[in-house]
């Protein structure tokens, strides 16, 4: 009987060895595959020798994921699932896949992963870009995808993020297509960093953003208003367009935060809240679009669904240094009041208190005078136009008033309708209108104390996507913004249907 089993033993051991053999990739240069089952070091193995521009597929079936594998800096990879959504993966612990360390100066190598299921069991990153920092020098990464993935997510966990906050880092490429579901509060995308003393031109309408577009957030519950759908700082710039989300914040943190986003573009998408979200006191709406307050902004086309109420803060925009230590006393938070060498303090002292402050809403990194726009905001119910709102939070001493102006520091459509002729709703002279091109108003003014810009229109009907002009002198209409390129270029024919972007009935929209 004991020389029998030891024989099936014997038997079973070619037939373990094959399927260990089975599990690890295959392949060559630049086409690789990873059967079911395959291990997180299988996949490191398969990335580390693939050639440059290297696919790397994955059969379908289940993983079982622990650590992460990590791309080279020195040979960009595509890990795609052989069918969207047929690679379920386990995750178990920390991030599973992204970049651990940056490398200094630009990489243009595509890295891209796209089509697997992730269900994760922990509280933390899904994907992460940046794990191993800090790194040192200014790492710019211009070519990623992450795209038709769905993310189950633990409560309080990310699915994407990007840098850490001793690493000076920018990302560019789309998240695209993909679907975010938890029962509790999670995000889509975090993205921070260090302060950057020399950031990047202002990448207002460029390429230079991480474009979030066509992807579906559900959260069952709001459990924390504070894990936002996306959250940004440290000088990054993201384009959040032609999203779905229910029961989450977009939001974003400032100044005290390593100088806060560069940029955030928020057009064609449908922000919601329903019974999940009572208890966080958000199912009225309020801040469902939060900017703690830095750099440019554009908003426009976005449509707001609340379950019971209306706030009338619905878009926001908090600059923290107009209030003592920065209103959270952070390390190193000073009041923008005029004593400060970072801020522009523009004399008199007693009317500008430091005006303009460092990296504040309504100028670039550079600190050129580059206004907020906002307009085609809507209920979904009613229609009615939901404008940026720029409170002030008191305090003693308060600046707000020096450093936040309507008409300067941002614009709001005067109407939720659309132009019905050169001087209705928008007349020219405050705010911005939209509408087609042919009725733009023949004249226009500019804020008295600042140059290059003032009042705004945006042409629906001039480019793909519109065009926004604004008074740059008296009478003078210049170009001042068009949406960049969409779908991105990098989405080359998606491989399920885009939610539809929100769009107004005809009786409103003209």
């Given at each position: 009987?004991?020389?029998?089993?030891?024989?099936?033993?014997?038997?079973?051991?070619?037939?373990?060895?094959?399927?260990?053999a089975?599990?690890?990739?295959s392949?060559?240069?630049?086409?690789?595959?990873?059967?079911?089952?395959?291990?997180?070091?299988?996949?490191?193995?398969?990335?580390?020798?693939?050639?440059?521009?290297?696919?790397?597929?994955?059969?379908?079936?289940?993983?079982?994921?622990g650590?992460?594998?990590?791309?080279?800096?020195?040979?960009?990879?595509t890990?795609?699932?052989t069918?969207?959504?047929?690679?379920?993966?386990?995750?178990?612990?920390?991030?599973?896949l992204?970049?651990?360390?940056?490398?200094?100066?630009?990489?243009?190598?595509?890295?891209?992963?796209?089509?697997?299921?992730?269900?994760?069991?922990?509280?933390?990153?899904?994907l992460?870009?940046?794990?191993?920092?800090?790194?040192?020098g200014?790492?710019?990464?211009?070519?990623?995808?992450?795209?038709?993935?769905?993310?189950?997510?633990?409560a309080?966990?990310?699915?994407?993020?990007?840098?850490?906050?001793?690493?000076?880092?920018?990302?560019?490429g789309?998240?695209?297509?993909?679907?975010?579901?938890?029962a509790?509060?999670?995000?889509?995308?975090?993205?921070?960093?260090?302060?950057?003393?020399?950031?990047?031109?202002?990448?207002?309408g460029?390429?230079?953003?991480?474009?979030?577009?066509?992807?579906?957030?559900?959260?069952?519950?709001?459990?924390?208003a504070?894990?936002?759908?996306?959250?940004?700082?440290?000088?990054?710039?993201?384009?959040?367009?032609?999203?779905?989300?229910?029961?989450?914040?977009?939001?974003?943190?400032?100044?005290t935060?390593?100088?806060?986003?560069?940029?955030?573009?928020?057009?064609?998408?449908?922000?919601?809240?329903?019974?999940?979200?009572?208890?966080q006191?958000?199912?009225?709406?309020?801040?469902?679009?939060?900017?703690?307050?830095?750099?440019?902004?554009?908003?426009?086309?976005?449509?707001?669904?609340?379950?019971?109420?209306?706030?009338?803060?619905?878009?926001?925009?908090?600059h923290?240094?107009?209030?003592?230590?920065?209103?959270?006393?952070?390390?190193?938070?000073?009041?923008?009041n005029?004593?400060?060498?970072?801020?522009?303090?523009?004399?008199?002292?007693?009317?500008?208190?430091?005006?303009?402050?460092?990296?504040?809403?309504?100028?670039?990194?550079?600190?050129?005078?580059?206004?907020?726009?906002?307009?085609?905001?809507?209920?979904?119910?009613?229609?009615?136009?939901?404008?940026?709102?720029?409170?002030?939070?008191?305090?003693?001493?308060?600046?707000?008033?020096?450093?936040?102006?309507?008409?300067r520091?941002?614009?709001?459509?005067?109407?939720?309708?659309?132009?019905?002729?050169?001087?209705?709703?928008?007349?020219?002279?405050?705010?911005?209108?939209?509408?087609?091109?042919?009725?733009?108003?023949?004249?226009?003014?500019t804020?008295a104390?600042?140059?290059?810009?003032?009042?705004?229109?945006?042409?629906?009907?001039?480019?793909?996507?519109?065009?926004?002009?604004?008074?740059?002198?008296?009478?003078?209409?210049?170009?001042?913004?068009?949406?960049?390129?969409y779908?991105?270029p990098?989405?080359t024919?998606?491989?399920?249907?885009?939610?539809?972007?929100?769009?107004?009935?005809?009786?409103?929209?003209?």
């Amino acid at each position: 009987m004991m020389k029998r089993v030891l024989c099936t033993v014997l038997a079973l051991v070619p037939l373990l060895s094959s399927a260990a053999a089975h599990a690890a990739c295959s392949g060559s240069g630049i086409a690789w595959l990873c059967p079911a089952g395959a291990s997180i070091s299988d996949v490191q193995a398969a990335i580390n020798s693939a050639s440059d521009g290297a696919v790397i597929t994955f059969a379908a079936g289940s993983y079982t994921w622990g650590s992460e594998a990590s791309f080279s800096n020195s040979a960009g990879a595509t890990l795609a699932c052989t069918s969207v959504g047929a690679c379920t993966v386990s995750v178990t612990a920390g991030a599973v896949l992204g970049i651990t360390s940056l490398s200094a100066g630009t990489n243009s190598k595509l890295y891209r992963i796209s089509g697997f299921t992730f269900n994760q069991s922990t509280n933390h990153f899904v994907l992460w870009f940046g794990s191993n920092c800090p790194c040192t020098g200014d790492n710019v990464y211009t070519q990623i995808r992450i795209d038709h993935n769905t993310f189950n997510l633990a409560a309080g966990s990310v699915a994407v993020f990007f840098g850490e906050n001793s690493t000076i880092s920018s990302f560019y490429g789309v998240i695209d297509h993909n679907t975010v579901s938890s029962a509790s509060s999670v995000s889509l995308l975090n993205m921070i960093g260090a302060t950057n003393n020399s950031p990047p031109p202002s990448p207002l309408g460029t390429a230079n953003n991480m474009f979030v577009e066509n992807n579906t957030i559900t959260i069952t519950t709001m459990t924390n208003a504070g894990d936002s759908c996306m959250d940004v700082w440290g000088g990054h710039a993201i384009v959040w367009r032609h999203n779905t989300s229910l029961n989450c914040l977009i939001a974003a943190h400032g100044v005290t935060h390593s100088g806060g986003p560069q940029n955030i573009e928020l057009y064609d998408n449908s922000l919601s809240v329903n019974s999940g979200s009572v208890g966080q006191s958000e199912q009225d709406g309020y801040r469902l679009f939060h900017h703690q307050g830095s750099g440019e902004f554009i908003a426009f086309n976005n449509s707001f669904t609340a379950y019971s109420g209306k706030n009338s803060e619905v878009i926001s925009m908090l600059h923290y240094c107009d209030y003592v230590n920065c209103i959270d006393s952070s390390p190193g938070a000073t009041q923008c009041n005029g004593t400060e060498a970072r801020d522009g303090n523009r004399l008199p002292m007693t009317t500008n208190r430091g005006y303009p402050c460092w990296r504040q809403p309504g100028r670039d990194f550079a600190g050129n005078y580059v206004p907020m726009y906002v307009w085609n905001n809507y209920w979904s119910d009613t229609l009615a136009q939901i404008p940026l709102v720029a409170p002030d939070e008191g305090g003693s001493p308060d600046y707000y008033s020096n450093h936040m102006q309507a008409n300067r520091e941002w614009y709001n459509a005067v109407s939720a309708a659309a132009q019905t002729s050169s001087s209705s709703p928008f007349n020219g002279t405050t705010g911005m209108g939209f509408g087609t091109l042919a009725n733009r108003p023949t004249t226009c003014t500019t804020n008295a104390t600042e140059s290059g810009a003032g009042v705004g229109y945006f042409a629906t009907d001039v480019g793909a996507q519109g065009t926004l002009y604004t008074c740059s002198s008296t009478n003078t209409w210049t170009v001042f913004y068009t949406p960049y390129t969409y779908p991105h270029p990098l989405v080359t024919g998606g491989q399920t249907s885009p939610p539809a972007a929100p769009t107004k009935p005809a009786a409103v929209a003209h």
